[in-house]
């Protein structure tokens, strides 16, 4: 018999018995589909599925991190592909990794740490991921990604108890009844505050208490640079000028609570290619329900970048519907295209007529930029009036509020100012559009 160490991923279709019941037929299609999607990103991380039973998979991997990469990136996978699916035909995972010693028999592996996997499988929650603490230790300094602590748990037939770890995406829970004795004094580290503002943090203002693009923000005074990170009480903080605080002080915040600190780590998390962590960052300040139109640019480009426009379409189309804002509604409006795209941005802006990014949008879909030499009369003057529009708003502190990185703004109001100059020198005068008077 060979015995190697290795890593070990499990995963278990959540409610299949009942997915089955109800659609025998299109449960087993569902699943073959996904088995040969799942299989790809085992084998892009290195593993191989050596077992299968029914709904469940076993998978080995040579590194403990690469089989977590492959679990976060099924767990994705499969939640932007359950947003386009009614709810109660949603497939889901749960999935459980550990490493160790594993014998090898007939290409299949025994061993405690395949028990373990399977156990751990069993902690996770819907959409979930449960890491045993030596894989954990293995992958925390590797991915950035926040762990939730659970603590020890008996599971059955393990003769001991088992230390675990989640890590929880959008749509993930955190397992239930946690043995809150059997937490250890750093149990309940930042990395555990920032795991449970991606389940719970915003669908109802979560940590952040919010007044408006231009009003005071509660956020933690540490992360703003402005007092130690040993002292935990909140102050009115400016989001704005937050934001602008950590792009000077530079490097990833550890613990981010608010809005300025979850979009500097996206940001950073993007440029070094870690999309995984960049998304759900964006994610995560997505939900709270602000009205800074520049984060929510830049995740919509990062959905479409990596899943389509038709995911990015459907994320914000959820978006719009459990945190709806004017942002959310321009941004989701921005994943058509043609006629109903510019139907859309007509609409947001006739319903938030003092939504100021709106104008710079709508002037660039009419510009020549984007329809080139095909550019009517008209469209000139509907760019015009926008532009027009836009640059009142600037002149009257009505647009910078709306950005996090006002050098965004900035860049938008210079271009605004060069095609506007052009336009009017072209001769065309501008008209009136639907929803405001320029």
Sequence with gaps: MKRRVAAILAADIVGFSRLIAEDEDGTLQQLAAYRNVLDDFVAHHGGRVFNTAG???MCEFASAVEATRAAIDIQDYMRTQNLASPHNRRVQFRIGISVGEVVERQNDLLG????????????????????????????????????????????????????????????????AEPRRSSLRPWAMSSLAVTGACLIVLVGAGGLVS?????????????????????????????????????VQRGGQIDDPHSAPGLYHNALLLEAKGEAIGAHRAYYTLARMGLDFVDPHLRYAALVRAHEGRF????????????????????????QFD????????????????????????????????????????????????ALAEFLKAHE???????????????DWVERAHKRHARLSLSGESASALPGFDP
């Design 210 to 246: 919010y007044g408006g693009p231009s009003g005071p923000m509660e956020q933690p005074a540490a992360e703003a640079g402005i007092l130690s990170p040993a002292q935990t009480f909140l102050l009115p903080v400016d989001p704005v000028e937050a934001f602008s605080g950590l």
């Design 55 to 57: 709904n469940s998979i």
């Design 396 to 410: 009257e502190g009505r647009l910078m509020p709306f950005f996090l990185d006002q050098s965004v703004a900035a």
């Design 338 to 385: 043609g006629a109903e795209r510019r139907a859309r941005l007509d609409a947001v802006i006739e319903t938030h007529p003092d939504y100021a990014p709106a104008y710079f949008l709508l002037a660039e879909e009419h510009s020549e930029d984007r329809v080139g030499s095909l550019q009517t009369a008209h469209e000139r003057r509907v760019e015009q009036a």
């Design 311 to 334: 995911i990015a379409r459907q994320v914000y189309a959820e978006l719009n519907e459990d945190a709806p804002t004017r942002a959310t509604a321009l941004v989701h409006a921005l």
């Design 112 to 175: 405690m740490a395949v028990n373990i996997a399977a156990r751990l499988e069993t902690l996770a929650s819907p959409g979930g991921i449960c890491l045993s603490r030596a894989v954990h230790e293995a992958v925390s300094g590797q991915i950035a990604v926040p762990f939730i602590d659970i603590g020890e748990r008996q599971v059955k037939n393990i003769p001991f108890p088992v230390h675990a770890f989640t890590i929880a995406g959008p749509d993930a829970g955190i397992p």
